[in-house]
């Protein structure tokens, strides 16, 4: 029986083409095609500047930088996210402060932020996370965020693309990170891309990004100026991204939109297969926005099985389907648990999730046969492990 993997990506002959040309061109590090990726996915997203780093992570940290966190500084964040969203503020010897997410959506939940800022002096920050590539309610935090003189730093690792209120994730916040990890839904195999409308943020990040040199490697070996001479004026990083990263960043941008169908077609899909089963299928809170699917997970009714969410995905696996669970959330980890004292009673929404959820394979690649026998999987381990059947 064929395994049907959680994720995969979908590299395209064009992809090679580039990556191929890159290497035959002697510059393989951050050049040409680097700026050009920018360029086209500034426009793309609709934002001024685009900066491409080596993964979302690092294009987090540079962000939190920019906007002058430093120790003794709180940033407000959701436990249901991937640690990285949160790991971030410690780099910088900041201190994140844990809120809930909505039933819903699993996104931040926004009357919860808003106690938080009441409870806590020196909020520089709020991180939501667009969870599964659906939109948290950015208008109403960048209302709260405004009338209380803190940034808005929006993790839309899942989130290419996606649109709240008409509007593209990525020009709302003050500052937007993109990820292009592996199974993210364009990818660059690792890498990510920082957008923001603002001159003052764009040029720290930019110097930071590289050592806090003050002119990028590109232009110290093409620009008319002696080669050899540059001005540190910072401890920056290393992290920028290489032209065989963006050679296979900006053909998978050009099919961003095509993958999106094929994701969304696939969720449809599974929508009607699952259709009075004991589970909960996700669904957009505000259905004219835009869901980039990265994520497909199911709430499983735990009061009408007799399985646990574990067992669940042992015979998903055994039928040779693989899953995932996004995420454990943070309160669960000794390192945020143990620090922050943080009591999973006091996050209950993302406990029930995370005692039910279910990340179902959801990608472009799947063929139409892979998607009915995932369907059918479903169904029959639901059917068969029924209460009172
Ligand atoms: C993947 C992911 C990240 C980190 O992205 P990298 O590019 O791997 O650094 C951050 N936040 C969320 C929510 C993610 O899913």
């Not at 890498?191 to 110097?207: F, H, K, Q």
């Not at 004991?278 to 004219?288: A, D, F, G, I, Q």
Request: one cysteine or more; proline letters at 4%.
């Amino acid at each position: 029986m064929e395994f049907i993997p959680y994720a995969l990506p979908m590299i395209g002959k064009e992809e090679i083409a580039e990556v191929v040309d890159t290497l035959e061109s002697g510059w393989l590090t951050t050049g040409k095609k680097t700026k050009d990726f920018e360029t086209q996915f500034a426009d793309y997203i609709g934002a001024e500047f685009a900066l491409a780093v080596n993964s979302a992570t690092a294009g987090l940290h540079l962000a939190l930088e920019a906007l002058g966190v430093g120790p003794g500084d709180k940033v407000i964040t959701t436990v249901h996210t991937f640690t990285a969203t949160a790991e971030v503020i410690r780099y910088l010897g900041a201190d994140p402060v844990f809120v809930d997410i909505e039933g819903d959506s699993f996104n931040i939940d926004v009357d919860e932020v808003e106690s938080a800022i009441e409870a806590h002096e020196n909020v520089k920050v709020i991180i939501p996370v667009h969870y599964a590539g659906q939109a948290a309610n950015i208008d109403r935090l960048m209302g709260i965020a405004k009338k209380h003189g803190i940034k808005i730093l929006e993790d839309a690792a899942h989130a290419l693309p996606a649109t709240h209120n008409s509007k593209k994730v990525g020009t709302m916040g003050d500052i937007t990170v993109f990820s292009f990890y592996a199974n993210k839904t364009i990818t660059t195999g690792e890498g990510g891309m920082i957008v923001t409308n603002n001159a003052e943020y764009r040029d720290r990040m930019s110097c930071m990004r590289l050592h806090g040199i003050s002119r990028d490697v590109f232009d110290r070996f093409t620009s008319k100026k002696p080669s050899w001479h540059y001005n540190v004026v910072a401890p920056g990083y290393k992290y920028n991204l290489t032209d065989i990263a963006s050679s296979i960043g900006m053909h998978q941008l050009k099919k961003a939109d095509i993958l999106k169908a094929r994701r969304e077609a696939i969720a449809q899909a599974y929508n009607e297969g699952f259709a009075g089963l004991p589970l909960k299928t996700p669904y957009l809170v505000n259905p004219e926005d835009v869901h980039s699917w990265h994520l497909y997970v199911v709430q499983l009714d735990l009061d009408s099985l007799t399985i646990s969410r574990d067992r669940f995905i042992e015979l998903m696996a055994e039928s040779g389907i693989g899953t995932s669970v996004h995420y454990i959330p943070l309160h669960r980890h000794p390192y945020w648990k143990e620090n922050y004292k943080l009591d999973a009673r006091c996050f209950p929404k993302s406990e029930y999730a995370y005692n039910r959820i279910v990340s179902l394979p959801n990608y472009p690649k799947m063929s139409d046969e892979q998607v009915e026998r995932v369907i059918k999987t479903v169904r029959s381990i639901l059917v068969e492990n029924m209460k009172g059947g």
